[in-house]
């Protein structure tokens, strides 16, 4: 709840969690890990384009759009608002505007996982709970 308040997350994000499978008690925790994955994988491809002469920036715009579909899917909704000023950097082909907005994309990513940690580490516990429970 209190990252919803915060803004961090949005509705799409409290509604996967309290749809949570109960045949797959773990499908929030590998949503998330999954997200942290890719999204974290995203983030080093696009810094490895930050330094180059030649920028495709349509490549780099198609990167930016999947962490916001991405982050969009589980409600990140932190993520989300940071991808579009990346998306408008790369639309206009503005390398410097690029290059400032991706580490503040990299910081907003940072704070997510660690506040999404704490809600893994909580699901984690629950699932504990449930297995202990159905085995007795």
């Known amino acids: 709840m209190e990252l919803f ?3 961090l997350v949005n509705d799409k994000f409290n509604d996967m969690v309290y749809l949570r499978n109960n045949t797959e008690p773990d499908s929030v925790v590998r949503l998330i ?4 994955a890719d999204v974290g994988m995203i983030l080093s491809e696009l810094s490895l384009h ?3 002469l030649k920028v495709d920036f349509a490549k780099l715009a198609s990167l930016a759009r999947e962490i916001e ?3 969009t899917s589980i409600g990140a909704e932190h993520m989300r608002l940071a991808c579009s000023d ?4 790369c639309d206009a082909e503005h390398k410097k ?3 400032r907005t991706l580490p503040w994309v990299k910081n907003e990513f940072t704070n997510t996982r660690k506040k999404l940690d704490a809600v893994v580490q909580m699901e984690r516990r629950i699932i504990r709970v449930w297995s202990s429970q159905s085995s007795n």
Request: charged share 30%; glycine share 4%; net charge neutral.
């Open 86 to 89: 990346l998306i408008k950097a």
């Open 97 to 99: 505007n690029f290059s």
């Open 69 to 71: 579909d991405k982050s």
């Open 5 to 7: 308040l915060k803004g």
């Open 50 to 52: 930050v330094d180059t």
């Open 33 to 36: 890990e999954t997200y942290f």
